[in-house]
Structure formats: structure tokens, C-alpha cells
């Protein structure tokens, strides 16, 4: 059976969105102020690339542990 997975977005302000994740992960969007916003957040299309080397980064991390080796300081960039 498929999960569902449910992300909320509402806007705080002129710029500003807010997401919301299984009701209690909150993270802010916006722009820089040099491109219209208040830089109260990073842009959608940064957190886009912080969810994808989020995904890849948690499942390295699980390869990692699943082979009993060692983890330290594992970084991606």
C-alpha cells in the first residue's frame, strides 16, 4: 500500500511562505532581499537540492550502518 505524503504551505507574508510536514516540521521559504523577498527562509529551488542530498544522505547513511562500518563525519556536498 502507497503512503501519503502531505505537505502544507500557507503564506506569511509578502514573500514568505511557511511549509509544514506531518503537522510539526516547519521550514520558511522566501527569496533574498535582492531579489524581492525578506530572506527570511531559503528559496524553494535551495530546498529543493537540500531534500535531494537529504534523500541520498540518509540512504548512504543506512548503506553505511547496514554493512557495519564505521560512520564519521560523512558530508555532501
Known amino acids: 500500500m502507497a503512503a501519503t505524503v502531505r505537505v502544507e504551505l500557507a503564506?506569511?507574508?509578502?514573500s514568505t511562505s511557511e511549509g509544514v510536514v506531518r503537522?510539526?516540521?516547519r521550514v520558511l521559504v522566501d527569496r533574498p532581499v535582492e531579489k524581492?523577498?525578506?530572506d527570511r527562509g531559503a528559496m524553494?529551488?535551495?530546498l529543493l537540492?537540500?531534500?535531494l542530498g537529504g534523500c541520498f544522505m540518509s540512504n548512504l547513511l543506512a548503506a553505511i550502518r547496514a554493512r557495519g562500518a564505521p560512520?564519521?563525519?560523512v558530508r555532501v556536498v
Do not use: D, M, T, Y
Request: proline share 5%; net charge negative.
Open 23 to 25: 503537522g510539526k516540521h
Open 11 to 14: 503564506q506569511l507574508g509578502p
Open 49 to 51: 537540492l537540500v531534500a
Open 44 to 46: 524553494g529551488g535551495e
Open 36 to 38: 524581492g523577498g525578506e
Open 71 to 73: 560512520i564519521q563525519e
